[in-house]
């Protein structure tokens, strides 16, 4: 098992910035992986950006590459998503996921592949 706290979360303009936290408590492992998916209202959950535990391999979805930064501390047991040049669009519940199953070299980018998930924090963008 493992719990996931997220923070950081906010209001802020168009072109703003922002930095999410989320702490993994409980069972860590090397085939750990790490993911931010957002929700906004009316639209189903969708893959913002993941990180592979060991390796630090990454991936993003298409419309926040160049904006945003995923990044660990493995010290911390926690994972980041920096959020650059904000959109309206990017208004959404950013939720923290994590999984244990490995996925070879790959980075999981669906929400059915990851088991444990954070309780989401509210990130608004105004125009």
């Known amino acids: 098992q493992v719990q996931l706290v997220e923070s950081g979360g906010g209001f802020v303009q168009t072109g703003g910035s922002l930095r999410l936290s989320c702490v993994a408590s409980?069972?860590?492992?090397?085939?750990?992986?790490m993911g931010w998916f957002r929700q906004a209202p009316g639209n189903e959950r969708e893959f913002v950006a993941a990180i592979r535990w060991n390796g630090g391999t990454s991936d993003y979805e298409g419309s926040v590459k160049g904006r945003f930064t995923i990044s660990k501390s493995n010290v911390k047991n926690t994972v980041y998503l920096e959020m650059n040049n904000l959109k309206p669009e990017d208004t959404a519940v950013y939720y923290c996921a994590a999984n244990f199953r490995g996925f070879g070299i790959t980075v999981a980018t669906m929400t059915s592949d990851y088991d444990y998930w954070g309780q989401g924090t509210q990130v608004t963008v105004s125009t």
């Open positions: 409980g069972r860590t492992s090397s085939s750990l992986m």
